[in-house]
Structures are given as C-alpha cells and as structure tokens.
C-alpha cells in the first residue's frame, strides 16, 4: 500500500504525457505568430475581465474560510459592570453597590451527523469549480485576443492594398488627365477614373480608422496600454495540419472515463454538491452535541432573605445538546426538493456529456474542412505570386505595362486576404477544439492561487 501514492504519481504523468505529444504538434497562434505570447501573459495579469474573474477566487476562498470556521471552537462572552444604590428593607437603608456580572465560554461542536463536514466540503467543491471557471474564463479571453490579434494582421495587409489601390487610381488619374489635355479622351471617358480615386481615398480613410478602432479595442480587451503598427505582424505565416495528432486528441478524450470538459467537470462537482446538501437535510431532525468550557459570574441568594445575595463564580464543562423534534414537515420537503435538485444535476450532466463528445468530434471534422481550405487558398496564393512575378518579369522585357504590374499586385493583396482569413479560420477551430477538450496549453499553464 505504500508504493500506491508512487503508482498513481508515475500514472498521472503518463496520462499528461499522453496527451502533451499530440498537442505539441498543432498549430496555435502564439506558436505561428510568437509576438502574441508576451500579449497573452500580460492579457493574463492585466486585463479587466480577468482582474474581475479574480475576485470570483477570493470570494470563494472567503468562503471556504467561513464554512471551516463551523467546525472549529467558537469562543465568546458577555461582561457587566454596573453601579447601583439599594434600597434595603432589612437594613431600612440605602446602599452603593458594584456588581461585575461575565460569562465566558469555549464551544466546539462535536457531533452533527456530518453536515458541518459536509457544508465544508461543499465550499471546497465550490472553490475548485471557481478555479475551473478562472481558467475557462481566461482561455475564452485568449481564444478572443487570438482572433483578434489575426484580425489586425488582416486588416494591415488591407490598409497596404488600400494605399496601393489608391496609388494605381492617382496613377490613371495622372495618364487620363494627360491624355485629356492632348485630346485624346473626353471629358465623359476621365469621369469614372476620377471618381475611382476619389472612391480610393474614401476607402482608404475608412480603412485606417477601422484599422486604428480595432487596435484601440484589442488594448483594451488585453489590458495594454496600446498597441502599435510594429507590434502587428505582416502576415499571417504558413502552418501545417496534423491530422493524426487531432485523431489521438479525440480518441482519448471520447475514451475518458470522465471527460475533461470544464463544463462537465462542474456539472460533476454540482452533482457531489447536491448530494452532500441532500445529506444534511436528512439529519435536520437529529439531535446536536457540542461540548462547552467555560467561567461565569453570578450573584444569588442562600436565604429566604432575597436581598441576601452573594457573589457566585463558576467554572464548568459540559455538553450541549440541541434537538429540533418537529418542525412542521420542513425536513420531509427539504429532503424531497434537496433529491429533486440532486436528479436535476445528474441528468443535465448526462446531457452534457453527450453534447460535448458530439461537439469534439464535430469540432474534428470542421478542423479538417478548414485544412483543406487553407490549402486550397495556399496554393491560390502561390499562383498569385507567380504572377506577379511574371509581369514585373514581362514589364522589365518591355512586353507589359506599368499598369498590368499594379493590377497584379492588387491581385496578390486579395489573394491574402482569402488566405490569411482561411489560416485565422482554421486557428481558431484548432482553438477551440482544444478548449473542448480542456487541453490547450494557455490555460493548463495558468497558475491559480
């Protein structure tokens, strides 16, 4: 029995070791773009909705500390001091008199047929499921900043084709209105080049105060104070996609006695907390001891004078014994509303159970349609390369035009951004497939205190 702690030890890490290989080998942002990282750690310490989901672990904590507090000695009393004239008929006199009146005492419940255990045990379940949330809450902020943080990438390349759209417009502006003043062309044929330029710098305008909007926003949700152009990469670079390692993730998270969902996980622990509340009110009816020490000062009379009186100092212990014998049928509701939740929560985790196994293997499947997309927007975005190097090839030997040139280049720009938007896409469900399955390494990593 003493190598057991040893054995489950070696297991544990086994299991982790298990599922560590084939999350290290899918692609993530942070891993693809490692400028986000530091802003996903700082994200971590600084943003207000973390710093708001920290004080749900203090309240909790608060809370365990009360509820232990129930089954630890209570220590209190009263003290009286009081001056007084009496009158005294046996003396047929007044008299100035001092009396001190305390009682002080120790009291440590001893026997409550487990409720105060349980009540405690409870508020430890609901502190570990304010941990789980923690970590959910802040892989929720991570997968949103991921998003975001492509979505700038995004819009940068937006703004180059917008300034570069705009710089080919001019361009024509500029032949058109030469070829104007040579008579070449009307007046009615220079119109819609003149108003694509001016449309061109709508657009550019438009561009880079969505493009500085986003970024102030993307401070904010991260708690940064700002974030510049440098911080923002290029482009959104190539990534790979491991089919086998998805299969290996979803094989042994179906194959889980319990699956590491954190909603399961809490639906799990709600289930343990109904049933330890169901157990409580069951005793409700049965009797309490507590034992008692303590010291009292009294005074009291020995005669059948009453105005005889004598100070009185006791010192005891005991035991105290409370016991509610009826209470008007409470306990019997109590109990059947107390198993009436324990069902509920049992049957919304059986739900749970089997949406979120239908959800991870969805999510598998969706992270294969967008693989295969990206690499379809891959090989277009080549294509589009290609191209453009061959007109600024065709330009240089005189058989292509300034214009063919731009006109690639634009090309190449749009065909970026189907590409970036399909590499964010199928990030982002590599996301969120490994927040399914409670493995992504951000919130694995994540210390609580």
């Given amino acids: 029995m003493k190598f057991r702690p040893t054995f489950l030890f070696v297991a544990v890490l086994g299991v982790r070791a298990l599922w560590a290989a084939p999350v290290d080998n899918l692609a993530l942002p942070e891993r693809a773009m490692p400028g986000l990282s530091p802003i996903l750690q700082q994200a971590m310490q600084q943003s207000p909705r973390m710093l708001s989901r920290a004080l749900d672990l203090e309240i909790a904590e608060n809370n365990r500390i009360e509820s232990r507090s129930n089954l630890l000695p209570y220590v209190g009393g009263s003290y009286r001091q009081i001056a007084s004239r009496d009158d005294r008929a046996d003396l047929a ?35 570990q499921i304010a941990e789980g949330n923690y970590r959910e809450a802040y892989r929720q902020l991570a997968q949103e900043l991921r998003g975001k943080y492509g979505a700038l990438i995004v819009q940068k390349s937006q703004l180059a084709r917008a300034r570069r759209a705009l710089a080919y417009a001019q361009q024509q502006v500029k032949i058109a209105e030469e070829r104007l003043a040579k008579k070449v062309i009307s007046d009615l044929e220079i119109y819609p080049i003149r108003l694509s330029a001016e449309q061109g710098q709508i657009n550019l305008e438009r561009v880079e105060f969505e493009f500085d909007a986003a970024k102030h926003a993307f401070a904010r949700l991260s708690g940064l104070p700002s974030i510049s152009d440098d911080q923002i990469p290029d482009e959104v670079p190539v990534v790979g996609y491991d089919a086998s390692a998805v299969d290996e993730l979803l094989a042994a998270f179906l194959s889980a006695k319990d699956l590491p969902n954190n909603e399961v996980v809490n639906l799990s622990r709600q289930v343990e907390i109904q049933n330890l509340q ?39 212990i005991g035991v105290s014994v409370s016991w509610t014998i009826f209470d008007s049928f409470a306990t019997q509701a109590g109990i059947r509303s107390a198993l009436a939740r324990r069902r509920q929560a049992e049957s919304d985790l059986a739900e749970a159970k089997d949406r979120i196994a239908q959800q991870a293997q969805a999510q598998a499947r969706f992270i294969n349609f967008a693989a295969r997309t990206m690499a379809i927007s891959d090989r277009s975005l080549v294509a589009a390369e290609s191209n453009l190097r061959a007109k600024q090839a065709e330009f240089k030997r005189g058989v292509a035009s300034e214009s063919d040139v731009s006109l690639a280049e634009l090309a190449l720009y749009d065909q970026r951004y189907y590409a970036y938007n399909a590499r964010l896409d199928y990030l982002a469900k590599i996301g969120e497939f490994l927040g399914t399955l409670s493995q992504d390494p951000l919130a694995a990593a994540l210390p609580v205190k």
């Avoid at 002080?104 to 430890?124: A, C």
């Fill in 93 to 127: 006199e007044t008299i100035n008199v001092n009396k001190v009146y305390y009682d002080f005492s120790i009291t440590q419940p001893v026997f409550y047929w487990g409720e105060r255990r349980n009540n405690y045990r409870g508020s430890e379940i609901a502190k």
């Fill in 278 to 316: 169901y157990r409580n009110q069951k005793t409700r009816l049965r009797p309490k001891m507590s034992a008692v020490l303590g010291t009292s000062q009294d005074e009291q009379s020995f005669s059948i004078n009453n105005a005889a009186k004598y100070r009185i100092t006791s010192n005891y």
